[in-house]
Structure formats: structure tokens, C-alpha cells
């Protein structure tokens, strides 16, 4: 069933689909950065985490650059720029011998494709997708980018076991060939045609836009924990349970099970229930999720929380960009997925670094606390913001019937 779905798609959007795995499973470097700095290049941990930090602020100018690039060269050549710009400063990184800040200015310029790449997908799906398909072609795009996480990883360190030469060149490579993918088999232009707005019309875009702007910033607090597991766990399961650091990898298989088992099946209930509703229930599997290890952190713990928060990511992650696609004026469609672009990459920059300070001040509790309280926050704000309905199709009115002659 969904395969005919998929096949249903525009052609654009299947390949978007295969490249966007073929990137994410070439992802080799970004997960082993840090290694790579203190053992190739003889930096310390600490300066290796100064340096990936600020060379992380390309994520957030990535994001913001999106949506410019998107209205102005179109969705293509933002696609195709982005994973450019991600192999030429990857490149960078692999052949420079430079002093550090070379490190930082070359991860900058790699981070830069990163962040724009998510944007401009969104946007390209919000233009080709038809409004009852945009569901399903976000929970395949997000399905094949979460495959790709689960593989990219494995691969990369299976190379970099060998030399980080090969690590780097793997991920060039892939994200070249996702490039040629998109280049191929995507068309220059594939916004759709809109009429000129009136004043009038222009004025309550402004007012509708504005709503869908405060609906996307308030989806940080369901960013937040996500970002904050990935910095936490590590640390959690190792200096707190004292359990291997493999644990941390069966968090990662867990997640990538129930998105691919589970993905689906939710896509096929999201539309029959408002914008609302469905945040509101991310919110509940995430404070759920972050509940359960707030009252007993365990092994056990960790994978049913896991098993819970993962679903909330799911529709959190299917009903933002399906939201701004329906109620957006097709114009501005790329930069508010250039917004949500930016709300996870600022959680990248700020969450690990404040819930840092609070565990060296106060330890783990605290932590999790936050983590708990972030999405409670969220579920109370969704369900007194204004979201707006979704404009659903009306059936066509039968033709009245003719007497024959």
C-alpha cells in the first residue's frame, strides 16, 4: 500500500527521497569529528569541543540562508549548493595542516551546507507534493533521513577503523552523488504558479504568517529534548548507570525500529485530526518519555523512554513542516522551513551548553528535570495558541442527473 503511494509521488520527490538518504548514510564525519581532532590532528578535548561549537554556527547561518537562496535561485540549486558546500569543507578539513582556527572555518563552511539542506527539502516538498500527499512525503522523507542516520554512523567508523582519509572520502563522495541525484532528476523551477496578492489578501497573509511563525518557534520545546538526550545520555549511562557506552547505540536502534515500523502507521491517522491535537499528543509521548526517566532512571528506563518520545518526535517532526506548507503563501514557504531550520540548530548551539552548566552545578536530577518540564511547557502553549484549521478540499457536488430522450 505504501509503495503505491510512494510511486504515486512526483518523480522530483522519490529521487529527493534517494538522495536524501544517500547523504545522510554518507555522513560520516560529523559523528566522529571530535575523535578525529584529538587523535589525527593532536588537538585537545577541550579545544576540540571550542572549535566544533563555533564551527557549528554554520548550521545556524545554513538555516538562514535557505530560505533566500530557495526564493531566489530555487530549490534546486539550494540543494544542490548545500551538499557543495558540505564536500568542499569537508575537504578542507581533510587536506588542510593549518593552525586550529583552519579547523573551525572549514567545519563552518561544511556546517553551512548542512543547515540549508533540510530547509530547502521541506520546501521542494511543499512545492511538488500535492496538499493530501504532503503528509506521507514528509514521514518518507523523514523515514529515509533516519535510515540513513542508523547506517552513516556504522560505515563511518568502520572507515575511519581503517584511515579517516577514506572516512572523509566516503562522505564526499555520497554527497557528491547525492548532488548529481538532485542536479539529474530534480527541475530548475518547481514553485507553482500564484496569483498577486491585494492589499487586503497581503494583510491577512501577514496576519496568518504570523501565527504559523510563533507555531514553529514554540516547536523548540519539543527540539529541545531531543537535543539534550543526545548530550545527556552519554554522559548518563556511563558516569551515572556506570553501563557501557553501547547502551547509548541501542538508544539509537530503538529510535530508528520505531520510526520505520511505526512511521507509517501514524501517517495514515495524522489527518484525521486537527493541527492541535496532534501537537498536543507529541508533547504528552515526550513529557511521557522524559517522565519515565525522571521517576526511576534505570537500563530499562532508558529504552522504554525511548520507545515512548520516539512517536512524539514522529508527528512533531511529520506536522510542523505539513502545517507551514498548507498555510503559508507558496512565496514565503521557504523561509518559514528556514525558520524550523534555525529553532534545531539554535537547540544544537544552546541546549547542550546550558543543561552543561546546570549538571557540573547541580548534577543529573536537574537535568532531567528540564527535560521533563521543556515539552510541558510546549503542550501548555499548543493548547492555548491560535492554530488554524486545516483547509481541507470539498468534495465536487454530483451533477444533477438528465432525463434521457
Known sequence: MWLNRFKALPRPLRMLVLASFINRAGMFVFPLLAVYLVQSRHLGAGEAGVLISVGSTGLLVGSLLSGPVCGRAGRR???VSSLLLNAAGYLGLAVLDGPPWTYAAMLFVALVGMGMFAPAANTLIADLAEPDQRPFAYTVSYIANNLGMGVGPLLGGLAAAYSYQLMFAGDILLGLIAAATIRICVPAD???????PTATTRRAGLLRDLDVAVLVLVSFCYVAPLIGLEYTLPLAVTTVLHSSVAVVGAVYTINSLVVVSVGMLIEKRIKAYPTRTLLIT??????TGMA???VGFSLPAVLLSTAVWTVGEIIASVVVPTYIA???EERRVGGFMALNGFV???????VPMGLGFVWQAHGHRPVLLLLLLTPVVGVVAFAVLRVRPTARPLPAAA???TARP
Open 77 to 79: 540549486a539550494a540543494l
Open 190 to 196: 518547481t514553485r507553482r504558479g500564484a496569483a498577486v
Open 282 to 287: 507529541a508533547g504528552l509521548l515526550w513529557s
Open 292 to 294: 519515565i526517566l525522571v
Open 326 to 328: 498548507d498555510h503559508v
Open 344 to 350: 534545531l540548530s539554535a537547540a544544537r548551539l544552546v
Open 399 to 401: 451533477e444533477p442527473a
